[in-house]
C-alpha cells in the first residue's frame, strides 16, 4: 500500500503564512510593551538619579566640529606650565587671550604657519588678523570650531595673509558653517585691488568646488560678508560688536592699502601692524611718528624711513643727502672705509690727532 504526500493548496499556504505574520506581530507588539512598561516604570527612580543633561564644555553648540570630549582632557599630574592643552585653559570673563596660529611668510615650514593671529574675549567673541597658509591646521589642532572661525580681518593682500581663507571658505559649510563668513579689510588705490575684489575672485575660482558640494546642506556657508573700509580712513572703526571695537590705519608696505588694526575692549587692547615697518608720516595710536624732511639738519648716518617706497633702510649723511639702500656690499664698503681713516689717522704724528708738541 503506497502513501502519497499532499501537497498543501494555495488557499492553506496563505493561512499559514498570515497566521505567521500575525505571530510575528504579535510577539513584537507583547515585547514592546513589555519594554515601554518597564521604561516608564523605571523613569521616576531614573530621573531622581540622572544628573543634568551634560554641557559642551568648549562652549559650542552640539555637532559644531569639536573632536575632542571631555574625558580627553589632560590629568592633573602632567598639567604645568611646561605644556600646553587645547581648550583646558578658562578665560575669565574680563581677559584677553592672544594666539599665534602662524607667523611664517615664505617659503613654508614644516613646523610654522603663515601669520594668522587669534584674539579670543571673555564676552564670548573671537576674531582672526591675517589668516596665512597652513593655520587652519592650528586652528582646527586648537579645537576651535569651524563655525566659530569667522571675523577674519586681513592686513594687506600679500598672499601670505589669506592663503587659507580659499580653503575656510570651500569646506567649512560642509563642517556646519552654514552662515556667511564674514572678512574686512582695506580697499585699494583703485577698485580691483581692494578686499571685496579679491573675494569676488575667489569665489569665481572656486565655482567647481561650491557647486560640487550644493549636494549637501550648506544654507548661507557660500555667501561673504566683506567689509571693505577706505584704507585713507585713519583710525577710521571698521568693527563695532559686542562692545568690541577695531580702528585701522594706513600702513607703508610696496602699495597703498595696507592697513593696522587696533582692538579695544574692556579697557584691553590689541594691536596689529603685521610684517613691515611703520610708515612714520602716519599718525600711530600712541604717538605721532615723523618722517624728517631731507632739507633738515641731523646726525650723521642718521637712519630714516620713507613712506614713498618700502624701502626703510636708507642712509642720510651729514649734507642732506641719501646714500641709497643699505646692502651687504654697501655696508662692507663703509666698514672698510673707516678702517682706512682708522689706519691713516694712527700713521700720523701724534696718533692724527694735530696738535704739537707735548702735554
Not at 596660529?101 to 617659503?107: D, E, I, L, Q, R
Request: charged share 20%; net charge positive; glycine share 8%.
Amino acid at each position: 500500500m503506497s502513501t502519497q504526500k499532499r501537497e498543501p493548496s494555495s488557499d492553506e499556504k496563505s493561512e499559514t503564512t498570515l497566521g505567521r505574520r500575525d505571530a510575528l506581530k504579535g510577539l513584537a507588539t507583547a515585547a514592546t510593551a513589555t519594554t515601554m512598561g518597564a521604561a516608564l516604570s523605571a523613569a521616576p527612580a531614573a530621573a531622581q538619579t540622572t544628573s543634568p543633561p551634560a554641557t559642551n564644555p568648549y562652549g559650542a553648540p552640539p555637532g559644531s566640529g569639536v573632536s575632542m570630549p571631555p574625558y580627553y582632557r589632560p590629568t592633573p599630574s602632567i598639567k604645568n606650565r611646561n605644556n600646553f592643552f587645547a581648550q583646558t585653559e578658562e578665560l575669565g570673563a574680563d581677559e584677553m587671550r592672544i594666539t599665534f596660529m602662524g607667523s611664517n611668510p615664505f617659503p613654508p615650514r614644516l613646523n610654522q604657519a603663515g601669520t594668522c593671529i587669534m584674539v579670543e574675549l571673555g564676552n564670548g567673541s573671537r576674531l582672526f588678523f591675517d589668516f596665512g597658509s597652513g593655520c587652519m591646521r592650528n586652528i582646527v589642532g586648537m579645537q576651535v570650531p569651524i563655525p566659530e572661525v569667522n571675523d577674519i580681518f586681513l592686513s594687506h593682500l600679500h598672499i601670505d595673509h589669506y592663503a587659507d581663507l580659499p580653503y575656510l571658505y570651500g569646506f567649512g559649510p560642509s563642517a556646519m558653517r552654514w552662515k556667511p563668513l564674514r572678512v574686512i579689510g582695506p580697499s585699494g588705490r583703485t577698485p580691483e585691488f581692494g578686499t571685496a575684489a579679491m573675494i569676488k575672485s575667489m569665489q569665481q575660482m572656486g565655482r567647481w568646488h561650491t557647486q560640487a558640494f550644493m549636494s549637501l546642506p550648506v544654507g548661507d556657508g557660500y555667501e561673504v560678508d566683506v567689509t571693505e573700509f577706505d584704507y585713507k580712513d585713519d583710525h577710521g572703526i571698521c568693527y563695532n560688536k559686542n562692545g568690541v571695537t577695531v580702528r585701522h590705519w594706513r600702513r607703508s608696505h610696496t602699495m597703498d592699502g595696507a592697513s593696522a588694526y587696533r582692538l579695544d575692549w574692556n579697557g584691553l587692547s590689541f594691536v596689529w601692524t603685521r610684517c613691515s615697518v611703520a610708515s612714520c608720516r602716519r599718525k600711530s595710536s600712541s604717538r605721532s611718528l615723523r618722517t624728517p624732511s631731507p632739507t633738515s639738519k641731523s646726525k650723521p648716518s642718521a637712519i630714516w624711513r620713507s613712506s614713498r617706497r618700502y624701502s626703510p633702510h636708507r642712509i642720510k649723511s651729514a649734507d642732506g643727502s641719501e646714500n641709497g639702500r643699505l646692502t651687504s656690499r654697501s655696508i662692507r664698503q663703509r666698514l672698510w672705509d673707516n678702517l682706512q681713516r682708522r689706519n691713516e689717522r694712527a700713521s700720523q704724528p701724534n696718533g692724527g690727532s694735530g696738535r704739537s708738541g707735548t702735554r
